[in-house]
C-alpha cells in the first residue's frame, strides 16, 4: 500500500512538472509571436513586397537615398517613412477573444495583405494584415506560419493600420520630377515650338562656367547673364508635378500627342542621366481671367508627360520660369 502511494506521488509529481513545462512552452510562443510582429531594424530593410488576394500587388525597393515603386518610379518618402514606422512599432494590443476569433480567421483569410520584409533577399518577416476591428482601434493580423491571430496597433495611435498597407501603384508615387544639386546638373534644353528662335541649350561645365546656344548648336547674340543662368539653374533643385494623370482618356492622350506643344524642357545631368517633360496647354472650360473675359487656355495648369511615359497634370506657377526663353540669359550687345 505505501508503494503504491508513492507510486501514485511520483506520478501526480510528474504530471504538475509535465503541466508546469507545457504551460511555459506555451505561454514561450505566444510571447515569441507577441514579439515578432515587429520589425525592430527597419534601417536594414531594402524591400517590401506586398500582394492582396485578387493578386493586386507592389514592391518597394530601397536603391540608394531612396524608395522605387515597382523599380519604375520614385516613391513618395513620406509614404514609405510612414510604412517603416509602423513596421517598426506594431504591437500586440490584446489577443483575439473567443467570440470574435471565427470571424477575424475567416477575415485573414479571405481579405488580407500580404506583406513581405526582406533585407538583401533575406526574407525577414511575413504578415497578414486582415481589417479593423468594430471599434475602429486595432487591426487584426497574424504572422505566416501561426495559427494564432491577434489585434495589432501602435502605442499612442488612435485608429487602425490596415490602410497603410496600400498596394496601389499610383498612390504610392512621389510627385518629384527634378530633384537636383547645383553641381548635378550639365545641361538644360528648352524646346519653344511657336517661337522656335526662344529655344536654347544652357550647359554647364561644372566649373561655374556657362554657355548658351540654340538647340541646333548655334551661339546666339548677346552676352549670358550668370548670375540669372545661375538662379535659373538654382529652381531644379525641388520641383514637383501636382498629380497622376496616367487615367486620362486615351483619346485624349492621342489628341495631345498629334498637337504642338507648348514647351519641351530636358535636362541632362553629369552621370548622363537625362529627364524629359512636354506640356501642353489646356482648355479654359468657361474660366475667365480677373478682367471677367473668357480664357481660351487654363491660365492654372497644363498637360504634362514625363520620358515618353508618365501622364501628369502641372502648375503654371511652378513651371512657368523653368520654360524660359533664350532672351531671359543674354545680356544685348550694345
Excluded at 115 to 120: G, M, R, T
Amino acid at each position: 500500500m505505501k508503494k503504491n502511494g508513492i507510486i501514485i506521488g511520483i506520478i501526480v509529481v510528474l504530471g504538475i512538472i509535465a503541466i508546469i513545462l507545457i504551460s511555459r512552452n506555451s505561454n514561450s510562443s505566444i510571447k515569441r509571436e507577441l514579439r515578432d510582429f515587429a520589425v525592430e531594424d527597419t534601417a536594414s530593410v531594402d524591400r517590401i513586397f506586398m500582394v492582396r488576394k485578387d493578386n493586386q500587388q507592389v514592391i518597394l525597393t530601397r536603391v540608394g537615398d531612396h524608395w522605387m515603386v515597382n523599380n519604375r518610379f520614385v516613391a513618395r518618402a513620406d509614404a514609405v517613412d510612414n510604412l517603416l514606422k509602423t513596421l517598426n512599432r506594431i504591437r500586440v494590443k490584446s489577443p483575439v477573444s473567443n467570440s470574435m476569433l471565427d470571424n477575424a480567421v475567416r477575415m485573414l483569410a479571405t481579405r488580407n495583405t500580404k506583406v513581405e520584409v526582406y533585407n538583401k533577399k533575406k526574407l525577414l518577416k511575413t504578415i497578414y494584415v486582415g481589417g479593423a476591428t468594430q471599434d475602429q482601434m486595432g487591426t487584426f493580423m497574424i504572422l505566416e506560419g501561426s495559427s494564432v491571430p491577434f489585434i495589432v496597433d501602435i502605442p499612442g495611435f488612435t485608429g487602425y493600420l490596415s490602410t497603410r498597407f496600400f498596394i496601389e501603384e499610383v498612390s504610392w508615387r512621389s510627385t518629384e520630377l527634378f530633384k537636383y544639386n547645383f553641381s548635378d546638373i550639365k545641361a538644360i534644353t528648352v524646346v519653344n515650338e511657336s517661337v522656335p528662335e526662344k529655344s536654347f541649350r544652357l550647359s554647364s561645365s561644372g566649373k561655374n562656367e556657362y554657355s548658351i546656344t540654340g538647340i541646333d548648336g548655334a551661339a546666339l547674340p548677346g552676352t549670358l547673364d550668370t548670375v540669372g543662368v545661375r538662379f535659373y539653374i538654382s529652381q531644379f533643385e525641388k520641383v514637383n508635378f501636382e498629380f497622376i494623370a496616367d487615367s486620362a482618356p486615351q483619346r485624349l492622350k492621342d489628341s495631345l500627342l498629334a498637337a504642338k506643344p507648348y514647351r519641351k524642357l530636358s535636362l541632362e545631368d553629369h552621370s548622363g542621366v537625362t529627364r524629359k517633360i512636354t506640356a501642353w496647354l489646356r482648355p479654359a472650360n468657361g474660366k475667365l481671367d480677373t478682367e471677367g473675359k473668357p480664357l481660351i487656355w487654363d491660365d492654372e495648369r497644363m498637360w504634362a508627360l514625363i520620358d515618353d511615359q508618365s501622364w501628369v497634370v502641372i502648375q503654371f506657377y511652378v513651371f512657368n520660369s523653368l520654360f524660359a526663353n533664350s532672351n531671359n540669359f543674354l545680356i544685348p550687345v550694345k
